[in-house]
């Protein structure tokens, strides 16, 4: 009986052993993106269908971003962007119809954040500028 004890022990101190051991090996999980936000350089922001906005999210250096509108509106670039060593991502937002927009931030693998903005029909005149602070890499 003492032998089934000392088996039982070594079975159970090994099995504890292998399961740290899995722990210790599992990768990391991917982190997810810690902010979103759409802004724009003129005040009052008002959200007016045709006008270009500023869509900002953060997560970790070097992870793929991409953003979509669930109803009529559209990011540039329209796939995924890396984000920069400070983890910071930018992309433009039109949205071309007035209404709820749902506009999602996504990581594959690690989640997506989602935020509503509701766009008017205003006139475009106040927005003119905006395209301006965009600027491509040659």
Not at 7 to 19: F, H, K, Q
Not at 35 to 60: H, K, M, R, S
Not at 68 to 86: C, L, M, N, R, T
Request: proline share 6%; net charge negative; hydrophobic share 45%.
């Amino acid at each position: 009986m003492l032998r089934s004890s000392k088996s039982v022990a070594v079975a159970i101190s090994t099995i504890g052993a292998m399961a740290a051991t899995l722990v210790v090996i599992a990768p990391a999980a991917p982190a997810e993106i810690t902010t979103f936000d759409v802004t724009a350089p003129w005040d009052p922001l008002n959200f007016v269908a045709g006008c270009t906005y500023i869509a900002q999210a953060t997560a970790e250096p070097g992870a793929d971003i991409s953003f979509y509108d669930s109803q009529d509106g559209e990011f540039d670039p329209p796939s995924a962007i890396k984000a920069s060593v400070d983890g910071g991502v930018l992309a433009m937002w039109t949205p071309h119809t007035a209404g709820r927009h749902l506009l999602h931030a996504v990581q594959a693998g690690a989640g997506e954040q989602t935020i509503e903005i509701e766009v008017g029909s205003g006139s475009t005149e106040d927005c003119a500028g905006v395209g301006l602070m965009w600027t491509e890499d040659e």
